[in-house]
């Protein structure tokens, strides 16, 4: 009779043949595959690629990933969070949102860049991270790659329709600078411009998914193997297709949290059900307002210097916009 073994995830006593099913289990897996966390994780840094400018200058794009659900982080320029080679600032977030924000800022350089490399370091939670930015061939951007990789594009598939889609344009009407008292409203407003293709991308689905009901309808079930037949694993987030506004904290020097008046579309990756979110299942969207500007109230309960950015989002591309709010203490006399 061959001895019983321990099972390397419960410690249960099982046979052989259970014991090796559950290491392979075990050595197959992510370490972390299974695991979150809603606070007390770091903050990753990202590199997202490259564009081209017209001038022949490059422009580096970087993100990050908040490995927390719900704690957001607030790490200001300096040792902890910073540029080399070149200035330690540039323009990189102080306010870290939760898990995966994509194409979160830009970093402009010269023509001459060459083979030169970009590194933002970034300390939180006790351990250092870097994301090293060069100009390589493979990781150049471009509109059909940054819709995908924010997951209106699925797995990337296009036609000449969803590649004429480009970014909209947003202005924030009444300036970039403000300044108000602690509990005072600030009402912000933002006027988008669009082309409206990016619901080419919406017809784009309609047309796959009414090709795949005409072929059952016309040839029946289809016959699938047991490999057709698995679960399919994605390699992207899924996005729901549909132009927006929202505002979130960017940069602050205060101790405040910022307060919004409509709760604002989140422009961090919230997958979860019920999330104000377009990556969320049954996303509710936003009514488009009539005149095309996009109001919103916005309140502090700390005084301090507050960098609030506003993203403009067709659902596929984007266009970002920010301003300055200086909040005093308001004494009562």
Same mark, same amino acid.
């Given at each position: 009779m061959r001895e019983a073994l321990a099972c390397p995830t419960t410690g249960r006593r099982v046979g052989w043949l259970g014991a090796v099913a559950a290491l392979l289990f075990v050595l197959s897996a992510p370490a972390e595959a299974q695991i979150s966390y809603q606070e007390g994780q770091n903050v990753a840094p990202a590199y997202e690629g490259w564009l081209e400018n017209e001038d022949g200058s490059y422009t580096m794009v970087f993100g990050y990933m908040n490995r927390n659900w719900a704690e957001e982080l607030d790490v200001p320029v300096g040792d902890e969070n910073y540029f080399s080679p070149g200035p330690r600032d540039q323009g990189q977030p102080t306010h870290f949102l939760p898990r995966r924000n994509r194409f979160v800022f830009l970093v402009d350089l010269p023509a001459d860049f060459g083979d030169q490399e970009m590194v933002w370091t970034l300390t939180t939670a006790g351990r250092t991270e870097r994301a090293y930015g060069t100009l390589g061939i493979d990781q150049r951007l471009d509109n059909i790659v940054i819709a995908s990789e924010t997951g209106a594009?699925?797995?990337?598939?296009?036609?000449?329709?969803? $590649?004429?889609?480009?970014?909209?344009?947003?202005?924030?009407?009444?300036?970039?600078?403000?300044?108000?008292?602690?509990?005072?409203?600030?009402?912000?407003?933002? $006027?988008?411009?669009?082309?409206?293709?990016?619901?080419?991308?919406?017809?784009?689905?309609?047309?796959?998914?009414?090709?795949?009901?005409?072929?059952?309808?016309?040839?029946?079930?289809? $016959?699938?193997?047991?490999?057709?037949?698995?679960?399919?694993?994605?390699?992207?987030?899924?996005?729901?297709?549909?132009?927006?506004?929202?505002?979130?904290?960017?940069?602050?020097?205060?101790?405040?949290?910022?307060?919004?008046?409509?709760?604002?579309?989140?422009?961090?990756?919230?997958?979860?059900?019920?999330?104000?979110?377009p990556w969320a299942p049954l996303w509710t969207r936003t009514p488009v307002p009539d005149d095309g500007i996009w109001r919103t109230t916005v309140t502090f309960d700390e005084p301090g210097t507050y960098i609030l950015r506003a993203r403009g989002d067709d659902g596929a591309l984007y266009h970002d916009q920010d301003v300055k709010v200086v909040v005093s203490r308001v004494t009562s006399e």
């Open positions: 594009l699925g797995i990337g598939a296009s036609d000449a329709e969803t $590649r004429a889609n480009q970014a909209p344009l947003i202005t924030v009407e009444g300036g970039n600078e403000y300044r108000v008292g602690v509990g005072q409203p600030l009402e912000l407003a933002v $006027r988008m411009e669009d082309d409206g293709l990016a619901r080419a991308i919406e017809r784009w689905h309609a047309r796959q998914e009414g090709a795949a009901q005409e072929a059952a309808e016309r040839d029946g079930p289809p $016959r699938l193997s047991r490999a057709q037949l698995r679960p399919p694993t994605r390699i992207t987030v899924q996005k729901i297709v549909w132009h927006h506004v929202a505002w979130f904290l960017y940069r602050g020097e205060g101790e405040g949290t910022p307060s919004f008046d409509p709760p604002q579309v989140k422009t961090w990756e919230d997958t979860r059900s019920g999330a104000n979110s």
